[in-house]
């Protein structure tokens, strides 16, 4: 039998967020590789603005803010989601 899927994480933008301790970031060609020491997670970041972005989410007060530094809505749009994900792995985390 499956183990059951972890609990979707309450993804707050309006809070202060920033990458995990636990986990290592490599650059690629097409974006990262997150690899979670603790959970053993291994997650592809698929662009290059992701990257950046969690790299850099300590630098802001919340969420909302760093994806407003972001030029273009469907950019932001996507990097919502994907920070969404990277919580719920694990690979983000609140601060």
Excluded at 3 to 25: E, I, K
Excluded at 27 to 46: C, I, M, P, Q, T
Aim: aromatic share 6%; proline share 3%.
């Amino acid at each position: 039998m499956a183990a059951p899927a972890p609990a979707p994480t309450d993804f707050d933008g309006s809070g202060a967020w920033c990458l995990s301790s636990d986990v290592s970031l490599r650059d690629e060609s097409f974006g990262a590789l997150a690899y979670h020491h603790g959970n053993r997670r291994l997650v592809f970041l698929k662009s290059a603005d992701l990257v950046a972005l969690v790299r850099r989410l300590d630098q802001f007060a919340s969420a909302d803010e760093a994806l407003d530094s972001l030029d273009d809505a469907r950019t932001r749009a996507g990097c919502r989601r994907a920070l969404r994900a990277l919580a719920d792995a694990g690979i983000i985390r609140g601060r």
